[in-house]
């Protein structure tokens, strides 16, 4: 299954789909130290997992202090056998403002293989990578990992059922554009318990993957932590569905 883990993407990028349009709170609502593990499934097949954390780092970029956040997603089971996923993502982001500095990525995907970079000047509006310079609209651009701490962290106070919010992110060699809607609040059954949700709609494009009435939902904890739980989303054969199997390290009690 060619490219698994886009769908790791999609969740990472879903969520902060409305960050340009909200304040952020005082403080970050993670801390470091924290780890989320989750597992994809293909209908009932535990098909990949993936690892998201916040590590403690000296790193400082224009001479500020940074989070390091990581991002590790492998095959599992059957799936491993015939199609072996070994993915890495970092992201450098500031303590402050949360946007992205320095992202990398090393995707071991069977035999396929690619390490990019890309160096974030967010003053400046562009973005240096691998394959080239690229302009971006705004001053708050993200890559997939950043996004989604950027958005977790957003004052949502004043969301409204059926709110449409856009994103500017860079992936690969260029930068897109992602719009999600706000759906509206959900209990969801999960490893952490029975767990109020705030339910979204990322944006998708059919095509290879996706079917032209294809829908993603996401559900975020509905609580200091806005920890996704769970995604679903219809695939031209069968679904694909992401839970969460821990949460360690969280700044606020799950579900308080």
């Known amino acids: 299954m060619k490219r698994l883990t886009i769908f790791f993407a999609l969740l990472l990028i879903g969520i902060a789909a409305f960050a340009q349009e909200l304040p952020l709170k005082k403080d970050p609502i993670f801390k470091e130290g924290e780890v989320l593990q989750y597992k994809l499934k293909y209908g009932f097949i535990t098909a990949a997992e993936a690892t998201i954390k916040v590590v403690a780092t000296d790193v400082k970029f224009d001479n500020k202090p940074t989070y390091r956040l990581v991002v590790d997603a492998e095959t599992s089971g059957t799936f491993d056998i015939f199609y072996k996923v070994r993915d890495h993502y970092d ?31 967010q003053d400046s509006k562009k973005v240096i990578a691998n394959k080239g310079t690229f ?9 997939l990992v950043s996004a989604y701490y950027f958005a977790r962290s ?35 059954k ?11 709609s990322p944006s998708i494009k ?25 995604a679903n989303v219809e695939i031209l054969v069968g679904s694909v569905t992401l839970e969460i199997k821990s949460a360690t390290g969280l700044k606020y009690p799950i579900g308080k």
């Open 91 to 121: 992201s450098y982001i500031d303590k402050t403002d949360l946007t992205p500095y320095f992202y990398q990525e090393n995707i071991r995907e069977a035999s396929y293989r690619r390490q990019d970079k890309a160096r974030f000047y």
């Open 154 to 188: 957003l004052d949502i106070s004043k969301l409204k059922m059926g709110d449409v919010f856009k994103l500017n992110y860079f992936l690969g060699d260029e930068i897109s554009q992602l719009e999600i809607a706000y759906v509206g609040k959900e209990t969801i």
């Open 206 to 230: 059919p095509g290879r993957i996706f079917k032209k009435d294809s829908k993603l939902y996401l559900w975020i904890t509905d609580d200091g932590n806005r920890v996704p739980v769970k």
């Open 135 to 143: 302009a971006t609209p705004t001053t708050q651009t993200f890559d």
């Open 190 to 200: 999960s490893k952490l318990g029975n767990i109020r949700c705030l339910k979204f």
